[in-house]
């Protein structure tokens, strides 16, 4: 990621995940040549991943070496209204405010608030101590949300399509870690 930046810093790139679109041949080749225009390289390279992230709606809980999606097997008629159904990944309860974020910076993280995210990655981490439970979109039990979320004794549920969009801050929920429902207990 320092190369990243630097090529930020130098008015090369616009954002430093788009060096994420390259090979290490051409960010060495960009590194090298200050010529090398790392933006249309950027654009060719990266056409394909736009294309794709447009397609798809929801990205799957997992995908197996045979490229299997595995997604939760649960008819929304199963289940009483205001509970949705994820897969558990790390046990336990808990009710509290859901806190939607799209970003680890985007906003504070209160004591007892239900961390909602797409996925976490290690710079979430400290976003856990204040959280009473965790919901994610994207995630198995081996992903990072649901490891740190067994670490802190904190219940998580995985495989939600579209959470961003489905709660909204300060719904009260019950998380059920143990089975992966989540139930709306009370809407802003």
């Given at each position: 990621m320092r190369r990243a930046d630097q090529f930020v810093v130098d008015g090369r790139l616009d954002q430093p995940?788009?060096?994420?679109?390259?090979?290490?041949?051409?960010?060495?080749?960009?590194?090298?040549?200050?010529?090398?225009?790392?933006?249309?390289?950027?654009?060719?390279?990266?056409?394909?991943?736009?294309?794709?992230?447009?397609?798809?709606r929801h990205f799957p809980l997992a995908i197996d070496s045979r490229g299997r999606l595995f997604r939760p097997q649960v008819s929304a008629t199963d289940e009483p209204d205001g509970t949705i159904v994820g897969v558990a990944v790390s046990a336990g309860m808990a009710t509290g405010p859901i806190k939607v974020l799209n970003d680890p910076f985007e906003k504070e993280v209160e004591p007892g608030d239900i961390l909602v995210a797409v996925t976490t990655d290690?710079?979430?981490?400290?976003?856990?101590?204040?959280?009473?439970?965790v919901i994610l979109e994207i995630g198995g039990e081996l992903q990072h949300g649901a490891l740190v979320a067994r670490e802190y004794g904190k219940p998580c549920v995985s495989g939600i399509a579209d959470v961003t969009h489905q709660f909204e801050d300060g719904q009260i929920v019950e998380v059920d870690g143990n089975t992966g429902r989540v139930r709306i207990v009370d809407d802003v």
């Open positions: 995940d788009e060096i994420f679109q390259l090979s290490f041949e051409d960010v060495d080749r960009a590194y090298a040549d200050a010529h090398v225009d790392i933006r249309t390289l950027v654009a060719e390279k990266g056409a394909l991943f736009v294309k794709q992230c447009a397609q798809v290690p710079g979430w981490t400290p976003l856990f101590i204040n959280a009473a439970a």
